[in-house]
DNA sequence: GGTTAATATGCAACTATTTGCATAGATACA
DNA sequence: TGTATCTATGCAAATAGTTGCATATTAACC
């Protein structure tokens, strides 16, 4: 399983608090890899049972406490070994293809809709990487850790308007039928 | 849950055992639904309770007996109302995509042999599509069914082929370092 | 004659993910 | 004054997916 690593990696950065994760697994690397604050605080547990993040609990006045979980040198050697490993290909499931696939059995028109939904998800993606490229790299002196976020973050960029195109070319030929 | 759907898909085409549904499931609809036949045996169970497949037992001398499952037309309604309902945005999860997020953490030549690794994975399933587009849809009168098919086929080329470019492209960026 | 692959089905255990619920103070808005 | 949102944590149940095992016959290959 790699939600565990995904939250080491996130943890090389700086320490962090459940939350502080969650709302990265919103946005930056929440864009390849995604899971719920639920999912976040009970792997923190195991990864503490494990001796790979310390976690100690700060107060603060007014709001509840945070618990800062911090990066072990036991971690990390976890987080390169783990790096040596074969990655899996990447599950695919994709309903909307799968719905393609018996067109005659299928509401064409709720297809559409969903297409057209779809397009604007990847749009939205889209505006929101060429942001953070914009705002965070741009004209910047970077460090490693950095330009591997660079090149991460442009191939999504890639990625995600080479998507809109094909999606769009699908809506095309259905059109078209 | 689309396992369910996926199969009732995959039997608007013909009748199939389960054997062939996971032969399916590593082909055509596997693409973009990847299966295994412990999963399609459990999930041909609760279809079969709910009365959305009939399943009948045949005989081979030789082999193990068959069991044929068939689409009922309660199946098919299913289908349908499920073709209406919005789909979910497909679960991205891929780890060496999050190895690219703390490279001063990494091993970088273990993470150039991954990249080398996937850039096969995706070159071999390009020939397997465009393969099956030349076989059994260039140059064909086709219905409805088949024209989504090959919808689905063609984009299917078109993000490999894409795919393999942008990981190149990150391969040679990480070169450059 | 022995090994491997293909055909054909399925249970059981484990791991992962999703969904619903629960708590509780602070701040902002109408 | 009520509603909503943000901060901050987490349990429990349900659903989904993976891995290991189990059985049994045929056919091809070395």
Redesign the interface.
Same mark, same amino acid.
């Given at each position: 399983m790699?939600l565990a690593?995904?939250i080491? &990696?996130?943890l090389?950065e700086r320490p962090m608090s459940g939350y502080d994760l969650a709302k990265n697994f919103d946005a #930056?690397?929440g864009?390849?890899?995604?899971a719920s604050h639920q999912q976040i605080y009970r792997e923190l547990g195991r990864l503490r049972e494990k001796g790979y993040v310390l976690s100690e609990e700060v107060s603060q006045n007014g709001k509840p406490n945070r618990i800062i979980h911090t990066l072990t040198p036991a971690g @990390?050697k976890a987080?390169?070994d783990w #790096? =040596?490993k074969?990655? @899996?290909?990447? #599950? *695919? @499931?994709?309903? *909307? /293809? &799968?719905?393609?696939?018996? /067109?005659?059995? &299928?509401?064409l028109d709720? !297809?559409k809709d $969903?297409m057209t939904?779809?397009i604007e998800?990847h749009q939205t993606k889209l505006v929101k990487y060429v942001r953070i490229k914009e705002r965070y790299y741009d004209g910047k002196d970077l460090? *490693?850790?950095q @330009?591997?976020?660079l090149?991460?973050l442009e $191939?999504g960029i890639?990625?995600e308007s $080479? =998507?809109i195109e094909?999606l769009e070319?699908?809506m095309v030929? !259905?059109g078209n *039928?």
């Open positions: 790699a690593e995904a080491l &990696v996130c090389t #930056s690397i864009f390849f890899w995604r @990390k987080l390169r #790096s =040596t074969p990655a @899996k290909h990447p #599950s *695919l @499931k994709d309903d *909307l /293809l &799968v719905k393609f696939y018996a /067109l005659e059995n &299928v509401d709720a !297809l $969903q939904i779809r998800q460090d *490693l850790t @330009k591997g976020k090149i991460v $191939q890639l990625q $080479q =998507t094909r070319d699908m030929k !259905l *039928l």
